[in-house]
């Protein structure tokens, strides 16, 4: 059991090494440490042997030359691995002030901007390694020629990264390739929590289906946001010590010690291992990750939609590029089973999970948005349409009214703030349009 109750830690774990901007450049850096040995080695077994057969590629050098060389390459190399994280920290900082804050660690993660700073430490840390054995060996010169010839490849290898580095930045900070990154993250995000087809209904389920359950209070360890659960460790704790969990904070909500994560059901107060060991199993960190948290990316997308039709932006191509993919996302949300079901164990109650339901999931696709787009045509339109896409997505007859009603409230400000006479036809032929074509899909 011990190894399931760091389950929780272990999950932050991977999330932080996974978007931290030194865990793979540290990992390049020891694999260049370790080149440069490995190389020299070979150097000493195979002697002068490489620079008389091949002249052309192993050029013969003193090792003053050669020290020179290595040098040369590793200077430069940390020089412009400032530059590269000179650029990086700008591209943050326009990202956060044109889009949302919410991106920064979508640019964090993106391993093409991890690789290329580990590409220029490591080659720095590489030449190091090869100049500290060039020259003195008894008295003797000795000159590496494999691993210098390495070092020098490896130096024009760091020239092509750059070159990418600089295309890369350029194309990552555009809208439409944020947005697109945050909407595939986030349908892989749907497909991997919620894989399963909804077939019939999907009704929210009751919070204590057994009644007369004695429910006891599990305090949070920490302040901050759920952003991993092992799902299969809270049934095996539920199991092994028979009782049930209930949770009570789902994956993106903010927790704090003076109130309850999750509640346990027994006939006896649970002592204080087992609230520990309970508490344990959720992950807490001070911002949501997306790896589990669907609602995460949606509100990623809206933040960018907001920023968009804010009045010092002003940007509504970037906002309905946003409901293109939120569309994208609510329709794929529309067809899957995402209401969290009760887990039994023989029939007995085991795990009560809690987490945004569709209801939930649709009021925070939409509702900011038309908060702020009152008289913007384009905007509202766009809005009508990803309701009706998403409607033809599902044939929950509950899904569908709950879509309808929103279509009536994006329908009712949208005549409302019409700002011209053609904006309230555009808008009227919408809506008759949608209800043409579900009369037809009906019939």
Known sequence: MASRMSSGALGKLAVRLRSSFWFLPAL?????????????????????????????????????????????????????????????????????????????????????????LGVFLGVFAYCLGVMRTIGGDDGADFVPLVAVTAGLALALVAVAYLVFFIHHVAASIQSGQITRGIAADTLATIDRV???????????????????????????????????????????????????????????????????????????????????????????????TIEQDVAFGIRQ???????????????????????????????????RRIEPRPIRDGGALRVLPAGPGFERLLALTFDQILENAHGNTAVLLRMLQAIEEARSGTDSPRRQRLLDDKRAVVAEVARRTASSGDALRRIEAQLAGAAGARETNGA
């Open 28 to 116: 390049m850096v020891l694999a260049a440490l370790a080149l440069a040995p490995g190389l020299i080695a070979l150097d000493h077994h195979l002697g002068s042997g490489p620079g008389e057969r091949w002249p052309a590629l192993f050029a013969i050098v003193d090792a003053d030359g050669a020290r020179q060389l290595m040098a040369t390459i590793a200077g430069s190399m940390i020089t412009v691995a400032g530059v590269v994280f000179s650029i990086t920290i700008v591209a943050l900082a326009q990202a956060s002030t044109q889009y949302t804050p919410r991106v920064l660690r979508n640019f964090m993660r993106d391993r093409g901007n991890q690789m290329v």
């Open 194 to 288: 919620f894989p399963d087809a909804l077939e019939g209904e999907d009704t929210p389920a009751e919070r204590d289906p057994d009644g007369g359950l004695r429910w006891h209070p599990v305090a949070a360890p920490q302040m901050g946001y759920i952003v991993s659960l092992d799902r299969d460790a809270l049934l095996a704790f539920a199991r092994e010590r028979g009782v049930a969990v209930r949770m009570e904070r789902s994956l993106g909500d903010f927790a704090s010690p003076d109130l309850p994560i999750a509640c346990i059901g027994a006939g006896e107060p649970p002592d204080d291992e087992a609230r520990r060991c309970l508490a344990s199993l959720f992950a807490i960190d001070s911002y949501r």
């Open 301 to 335: 997308l809206v933040d960018v939609a907001l920023k968009a039709l804010s009045p010092g932006i002003n940007d509504t191509t970037t906002a309905i590029t946003s409901l293109d993919y939120l569309s994208l996302i609510l329709r794929r949300l529309a067809g």
